[in-house]
């Protein structure tokens, strides 16, 4: 767990600071230049967009304003154009009226009012005052005219006069009859359209029909000339002239028909260039309006005149430019800045935080990472922890040392490109080929031996150890430990060279590991592999102590270092211990440690044998013999219970023996007297009886006084001392030298050894069993052989063969018995004398019996301690 713990903390995910020095610098930068910039970058960002804003502000307006502007100049350009094309319009209207003059010769009143009629000319040409046609008189004409008397002046040689005039209405009707040569305005436009030939305007006037008019408005006319022929040259036009169509307008009608409801603009017309009170032909100025933000000047020609048009911005206009201005860009500007100062302040402030913060956890980590890299420094193995992508973020000193890499190298860098990026054919290793690189992402734990490359190019083998890490339960990477096994391979080459080892190494009945002097194992064979029920794989490089529980580990290696340094098979260690199997279950093995010189590496042999069965013998052997020992134990406590119960029973059969003699005497006794003083007088019969009680009585009595003699053996409480068997033989044989001599027996007898028992029961041995050999004697001459047999160091076993009668092999164990006789009066006997020997012998732990003897008769043995 302690493990895990720091490893979590050393690449947590929060701080991505922490996994590489790179990011440690980040974090470990001067923290009051950093609270600074902290501190002002609101304020930086707050200035930026606010001066961002009144710039795009500033841009919209002038852009906004050059629109305005644009659209301000199309519109002025829109507004000659209609005026030029309204002017056109009624150019052509008066070269239709023109035109019906030249077709007729005298045009009616009423063919010029059904034209005027037909063309709709107050519908189609608004602000058309009168639309009508002059007739130009010269000379006497001119008297005839009435109405001329009083408008033209007296100098001039011409009149025109006006004869139609439509529409009928009373104004118009005043008007006919009047001459328009007499003014001055209306002569000059009139005489540039008979000499242009062309329809002319004329200048400022006041029409005739407003003459009077309260209010009266400027107007103009247009003329278009009427000649007497078609085809008049230029320089007969004067004098061709017959009249002119024309057309009368107030400015301020015409300008309304066409501008009135266009209030986005105002118009002011003058004729000429000059602008002045004098030449202004039209004001659509009102009165109230302000200063206008556009104006515009431009000149309109117009049938022979040129018209200044002075354009004005109106209100509506004026709205419709600044309906788009800056001001929206203005306000959304500001709040943006505001909002953006506002977020920059919380950014930096959990800036500040999360920089404290990653302070903190880096100094953490650091202290972490020294600890961590303290405890894996005295590993022995290298370690490095990566990341699932495979990046480094830990790497322990050993791990230093065995590839070459600092830990400030490959911290950040990919574990597999670094140490793992060739195969060892020289192809390079993709990292999705990778196994280890595998297992990490699949959170399974890895074990195998590969080829990791040292920084300087060299191939380092190393059996490796990839196991899963998890963070919060979900799996983050993996702690690869790994440790060079470039010796053990060398062994294992130089191993598979040794074929003669490898044959006996693979075939042997037993299950044979080889290890380095560090217990790692190097190969095994397929016993071992088949009673560990595992892969070959899965044992090579690991520790032996993996699969056989043993106290050759226990004491870290000295003594399998004995063992190496006792070389020579003479000197192998037999342990016993146990196979630990891969499902976890175990099975007692005797081990066999013997050092073992393969190539120029010392290793170790051992050899394992299954000991199970022995084992379970063993246990069965063991409880046998409890069982035994106990049975023992019942037996003897029998015994000694038997023992005393005989004693009690010796005890009473003595007294009660000792105590019947002397009734038995008294019988006898009684008997006797009986006899002697009644012997004769009695019939035969009744002397018989009496003879027969006596026998009976002695009978009893020698009965009585063997088995007395019998129970003294048991009741004696003599010491057992060394005794002379040949000294006690002698003995024996002076005391029977009487039966000895009477049948002639001949007695061979061998040095005897000294026993330890007591003499008197050697004596009665001797003297019982030489005496029955000669009882028992055959119809041959009594032989007898006496000897003696050492058995063990300290017992003997004597012999006393006869070449008597012999005893049936069936009897051989009822003859010992108390009374026991096979022969009956013949021989006489009280059948007790071979039950005294056998008590005797087996009173000094010895034992006695008969088998067929050497001479034809039986032979006698008995053994006793020497
Ligand atoms: P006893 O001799 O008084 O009958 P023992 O106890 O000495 O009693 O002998 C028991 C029996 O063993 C004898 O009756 C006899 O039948 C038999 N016996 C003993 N010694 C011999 C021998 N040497 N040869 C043959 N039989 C013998």
Known sequence: MQWEAQLSSSSSPDTPQASSPQNALTVAQPSNQRSL???????????AALLSTIGAWKLASINAERLASERFENRVERVRMAIVDRISAYQQLLRAGAALFAGSDEVSSDEWQRFYQTLQVEDNYPGLLGFGYAKRILGPERENSPASASLAPPSLPETVVIVYLEPDSDLNRHVVGLNMFADATRREAMLRAATTGQVSISGKTLLFQDQGNAQPQPGVLIYQPVYSHGNVAPAQRRQAIEGYVFGAFRMHDLMQAMFASKDDIALEIYDGRTLSAQTLLYDGRSKKASTPRFSARTVVHVSGREWTVQVSS?????????????????????????????????LSRLREHALELARGMTATIKENEQRLREITASLGEGVYVKDLDG??????????????????????????????????????YPIAECPIMHAALSGETYRAEDYFWHKNGAVLPISITSTPI?????????????????????????????????????????????????????????????????????????????????????????????????????????????????????????????????????????????????????????????RERRARENAEAAQKSLARSNADLEHFAYAASHDLQEPLRMVTAYNQLLQKRYSGNLDREADQFIEYSISGARRMEQLL????????????????????????????????????????????????PPVRAHAVHVLQLFQNLIGNAIKY??????????????????????????????????????????????????????????????????????????????????????????
């Open 37 to 47: 910039f902290s501190r002002v970058s609101p304020w930086l960002v707050f200035i």
């Open 470 to 626: 998890y963070r919060n339960g979900v799996l983050a990477g993996a702690v690869n430990v790994f440790h060079d096994i470039t010796e053990r391979k060398r062994a294992e080459a130089q191993v598979r060279e040794n074929q003669q080892f490898r044959a006996l190494f693979d075939y042997a009945r037993e299950a044979l590991f080889l290890v380095d002097a560090s217990g790692f194992i190097i190969d095994v064979n397929h016993v071992a592999t088949d009673s560990l029920r595992c892969e070959r794989a899965q044992i090579l490089g690991r520790p032996a102590r993996d699969f056989m529980a043993s106290p050759m580990w226990s004491d870290g290696g000295a003594t399998l270092a004995t063992v190496i340094r006792r070389a020579g098979p003479e000197a192998p260690v037999i342990v016993e211990g146990e196979h630990i199997c891969r499902d976890g279950t175990r099975f007692p093995v005797e081990a066999l440690f013997s050092p073992i010189q393969i190539g120029t590496r010392e290793l170790i042999l051992i050899a394992a044998r299954d000991i199970t069965e022995r084992k379970r013998a063993d246990a069965e052997r063991r409880e046998l013999l409890e």
């Open 705 to 752: 006084q063997a088995l007395l003699s019998y129970l003294r053996v048991a009741a004696a409480d003599e010491v057992a001392e060394p005794v002379d068997a040949n000294r006690v033989l002698q003995e024996a044989l002076q005391n029977l030298h009487t039966v000895i001599e009477e049948s002639g027996a001949r007695i061979d007898y061998a040095q005897l």
């Open 391 to 428: 990046t480094i973020t830990f790497v322990n000193p050993e791990a230093e040392k065995l590839l070459g890499w600092k830990a400030e190298e490959v911290l950040g860098t990919n574990a597999h490109l670094l140490y793992h990026h060739h195969k060892l054919d020289g192809t390079e």
């Open 777 to 866: 004697r055959s119809a041959e001459t009594p032989r007898i052989q006496i000897g003696a047999q050492q058995q063990a160091d300290d017992i003997w076993i004597f012999s006393i063969a006869d070449n008597g009668i012999g005893v049936e092999p069936r009897y051989a164990d009822h003859i010992f018995g108390i009374f026991k006789r096979l022969h009956g009066e013949q021989y006489g006997g009280t059948g007790i004398g071979l039950a005294i020997c056998q008590k005797i012998v087996e009173r000094y732990g010895g034992r006695i019996w008969v088998e067929s003897g050497p001479l034809g008769g039986s032979v006698f043995r008995f053994s006793l301690p020497g």
């Open 314 to 346: 109106g209100n509506v206009f004026e709205a419709g430019v600044y309906r788009e201005t800056s001001g929206v860009i203005l306000v959304a500007g500001l709040a943006i800045s505001i909002l953006l100062f506002a977020l920059t302040l919380t």
